[in-house]
């Protein structure tokens, strides 16, 4: 999606149009009010952009997605993009924007509570469309395929989490998150769990059970209308019941203002990890390449280590042909990872062990000690 909005930032200003005593309403009136505030909020909140008359704002699709849009002076209306009433654009427009000021975060941890933060990164300043790709692309990176070969020469393959589940929960999350504080969708990745937040909570008259029965209200009905065009969802509810079709409903978390779901890592996955590390790394490995993996491993264990690094502290003039083999079989049996996962080939390249690879260190110095 491109959008091309005036560059001149105001403050924003909000609709008086839904202004009225709500003191002199009867209840019943009044939850419903609220009901349709919440869901109308950043169609009715001007774009924090003057839109200047001679530059017409320019939302479109790729030609090849569009569906029932005629690409002309009146498809931002026919978007719901612009307030009524109004020469502006409202806030869903800023949203799909080439720049704003909302980002999607990623935050990475070394173990399952926020105190060891190794990796932060923001996916946004731009088109939710562009960003909610960009995060999808960093969702499969994470989501690691871990394989064992078996006795019969066949592989067993298992995804730490389930693939569909994950993409329907962020984009949910993105379509459904209330901006009008400005506060983004968060993903967070644990050394056991990755979860997704976002802000808002549960819309007022929709309860847990219909939520997570596949009853849906969207928050922000212009942003759905966008995101379904370009066939990233196909109908309400259907997200949340894909999601409970492949996890448990103890997965949702809600609050006041927050809506998360906590997706565990399959155990079937990681049961592959420490016996997939041996075969990948170790097995039918000479004696000396076995001692040098297990003595990067106990070099690891304490902090992350680039190649040269670890060369020095191993005793090497240089980084060898051995050494390179050892860290790529250790990185293939998901024992060690990347600090730099993006950029491979970085010379600030750095690596560290996997919650799998500091499961093995523990599990052996236990075997030692009872030894």
């Known amino acids: ?19 009225h005593r709500m003191t002199d309403m009867p209840l019943p009136k009044i939850a419903d009010t609220v009901r349709g ?23 479109h699709y790729g030609e090849s997605k569009a569906q029932g849009f005629e690409i002309n002076d009146t498809f931002l209306h026919n978007l719901d993009l612009d307030v009524p ?6 806030y869903a427009a800023y949203l799909l924007a080439d720049t704003n000021s909302i980002s999607i975060k990623v935050a990475k941890y070394a173990g399952t509570d926020k105190c060891d933060l190794i990796e932060n990164q923001e996916y946004g300043y731009c088109s939710l469309l ?55 969708p968060l993903v967070e990745i644990y050394a056991d769990r990755l979860s997704i937040t976002s802000y808002g909570g549960l819309l007022s008259g929709l309860s847990l059970e219909e939520c997570l029965s596949g009853r849906s209200m969207p928050r922000n009905r212009e942003l759905m209308r ?16 894909r999601i409970l079709s492949a ?31 041996e ?29 040269s690094e670890l060369s020095s502290q191993l005793g090497l003039k240089s980084v060898t042909g051995a050494l390179n083999r050892a860290v790529n079989a250790l990185l293939e049996a998901h024992w060690i990872e990347r600090t730099l996962p993006d950029k491979p080939q970085s010379r600030l390249q750095k690596y ?11 599990k052996s110095d236990s075997q030692i000690s009872k030894a």
């Open 37 to 59: 505030l919440e869901r109308a909020v950043i169609g009715l909140s001007p774009c924090p952009f003057d839109k200047a008359p001679h530059v017409k704002g320019q939302i």
């Open 247 to 277: 996890y448990d409903s103890h997965i949702v978390h809600i609050s006041e203002h927050f809506f998360e779901l906590r997706f565990p890592m399959a155990s079937e996955a990681l049961a592959l990890i420490p016996e997939g590390a």
């Open 130 to 184: 562009k960003a909610t790709h960009r995060v999808l692309d960093k969702l499969e990176i994470e989501n690691r395929t871990l394989t064992r070969i078996t006795g019969a020469a066949e592989r067993e393959q298992r995804r730490l989490f389930n693939a569909r589940a994950l993409r329907e929960a962020l984009i949910n999350a993105i379509i459904h998150n209330d901006y009008t504080a400005e506060v983004p």
């Open 1 to 19: 999606m491109i959008s091309r909005l005036p560059s001149q930032p105001t403050e924003p200003q909000f609709s008086t149009r839904h202004n």
């Open 226 to 241: 966008v995101f379904r065009d370009m066939e990233l969802v196909e109908h309400l509810g259907s997200g949340m019941r």
């Open 279 to 307: 075969s990948g790394a170790e097995s039918g490995a000479e004696s000396g390449a076995e001692s040098l993996s297990k003595k990067i491993l106990h070099l690891l264990r304490d902090a992350a280590l680039s190649k």
């Open 352 to 362: 560290r062990l996997t919650h799998a690879g500091r499961q093995w260190m523990g």
């Open 85 to 90: 009433d109004s020469e502006r654009l409202n």
